[in-house]
């Protein structure tokens, strides 16, 4: 009987793991045994083999053999109920056996031929050392039918063999190979250890057991036991052995020890104090003084099933000698007003958080600055490296100001020339037309070089897509020169291209978050004769505060500023709490109830599922206008005509011109308005507004050339209604 040891050994394993956790994980109170035993094994071995592998033999085969011995281990039984245990065994199990055949055979004896016989004979000694897992079940009230298996490490596996003459029993020898006589009746004689014995033994076991206690609390008991163990592993494992198993019928007795669980008593304690006091006033401004009258004590106990009650009954009568001390007023009240940006206060406000669709149009400035006398990329202008290219998106800078955007400006323009392979850019370098600068082309194709050799570095452009040319001054020159700022302009690289996908503003959609009110205020009424002590306002959340204001006892308002938490706000839950605590100069506490604040939160998907009236904001900025001029690039018409298709009647459209800090104020106003009116008139829209700003408000840092040519805009905002 050939088992696949590996995949069995797996089951078995899994079993042994889950075999503890079910014993000891369930606590009952039925009583777990654990004990000893010991049986008396008969062995009956049943095989089909000729001989040993490593042994020499004549024997005509080996078919049955039988031996004997003990087995003797420790196991404990878990009581599952009343008719079910399980029970876990280490044992030792001597499953040795001697195995003979016998071969007739004609001898001479004195000139005489006589029968004779030899036997053949194979002695083992297999023993095995493991766990037996059984399953117990009560058949009639004591009376037990187990079924398990053994499961063990084959610890000892020695065999000893010989050939001996048997008939006659006094006379005969054996020869060896050259006819000699030997001297000897025994011959083939070897022993040693069973090299191809299994290393695991497997044997499943059935048994009967009767349990008898040994006194009457049933602590010590004796159950004798017949079983039957059945061997699925072969005792030699070699080819040329065919068969070879050991079955065994053992006897004996198990000796248990079934421990009393103690029953669990409950401690349970009251204490009981009757105190009488007589109260003396006393005189004014002294403290309170109690004078301790005789103290009686007594404890009684009561045991009911399983609780112990202990009773402890005190009785005193005690004189206090009082002086009262006036009562000083506490009251607390406090109101939570939403503030908007006015600084109109309403009370009991909700928190509104809503979610608008944005969309956001800026314009690219096709020009690369560089510092005086110098052809080296500033630091200001971004710069990625080219195994990171791929992750790079005009998407990502949608919350970026214009300016903060334009940093961006070479990978942009990279990014968008290894998206349209067919399109080219030429590169226009020029210099301020002062001092070193003068006349200096090589220093203008130098600055249009170092724009060149990043395309061509980090992003992988072809050399031949990108053509040079070389000024002094720019063709739209800033003036006039003598001023810093202009020169500043006109060091520059321009990017110029044919295709509008190259140098088309960067266009982009997302949404942002907008609060109201913007401001909570809590404004606190205390009232407190004493004075105060410690004052301060909670939020809650989920009732664990999330936010505390310490509150002076001379301000009375807390303001909680909403404007720049929106991110913290949206994980709120929709309800939160505040309250009042007050402590006074006397530690008299005291506090308000919490009161709900409602957190509504819309966003654009829930809003479209409720069919929600909504609206999206649009910011569009028109550039380049050149220096002191009003008049519209064909780069900006092609804004003004997506706008348009964006625009619908119901829009509402705000108009706003700028310019940068150089030149006159009224001047900067007038040309402003000039430029927000040539829009205006181009979007031709009913009801459009529009403004000129000039320099009163600068759009950006005008410290920078890309700063002054950002603040010379208009900015268009589109505000529309629409319903989901």
Known sequence: FVLDLASEMKKIILFLLIFPAIIFCKKDTLRPNYGVSLFYNYNSHSADFIKLPYCPSCSPGFKDGSGSGFSM??????????DFALKLKLNYYNFSGLLTSTESTKLIVNNKITDGAFEHSIDTKLNSLGLEPYLKYQIIENLNLNIGFHIGSVIVKDYSQKEQIVKPSNVGTFVDSLGNDTQSRIRNQFSGKLENAPSIYLAPIISISYQLPLNESKTLLIEPEMSYVYGLSKVDNAPSVNSWSVNSFSGGINIKYSPIIPKEIIQKYEKYEFIDTVKI???????????????????????????????????????????????????????????????AETPNPEIKINEILSINLKPLLNYIFFDEDSSNLSDKYIRISNNIIDKFNEDTLHSLTAVETYYYVLNVFGKRLKNNPSSNITLIGCNDGNNNEKNNSTLSKDRAISVKKYLVDVWGLEDSRIRIETRNLPEKVSTPMAEPDKRAENRRVEIISDDYEITKPIYSKSSYWTIEPNILRFKSEIVSEAGIKNAKVDILQNKSIYKTYNISKFVENSDWDLSNQLSELIKLPDVIFYKLYVIDSLDKVKYTTERPISIIKETIKKKSLANKSDKTKEKYSLILFDFDKATLSK??????????????????????????????????????????????????????????????????????????????????????????
């Open 73 to 82: 281990g420790l196991f404990y039984e878990y009581l599952i109920n009343n």
């Open 281 to 343: 006033l006393a005189e004014k401004n002294l403290d309170n003084v109690i004078r301790l009258g005789i103290l009686n004590s007594s404890k009684t106990t009561e045991i009911f099933d399983d609780i112990k009650l202990t009773k402890e009954t005190i009785s005193r009568t005690d004189t206090l000698f009082y002086y009262v001390e006036p009562i000083r007023k506490l009251e607390v009240q406090i109101t939570a007003f939403g503030v908007d940006k006015s600084g």
């Open 635 to 724: 780069s900006n018409n092609k804004i003004i005509d997506l706008i348009k298709s964006n625009i619908k009647p119901e829009s509402d459209i705000q108009i706003f011109g700028y310019a940068d800090r150089t030149g006159d104020p009224a001047h900067n106003k007038i040309l402003s308005e000039k430029r927000a009116s040539a829009v205006e008139k181009i979007i031709n829209h009913n009801g459009a507004k529009y403004q000129g700003i000039g320099n009163e408000k600068l759009l950006y840092n005008n410290d920078s050339p890309e700063g002054r040519f950002y603040s010379r805009t208009v900015e268009i905002e589109v505000e529309t209604p629409i319903i989901y």
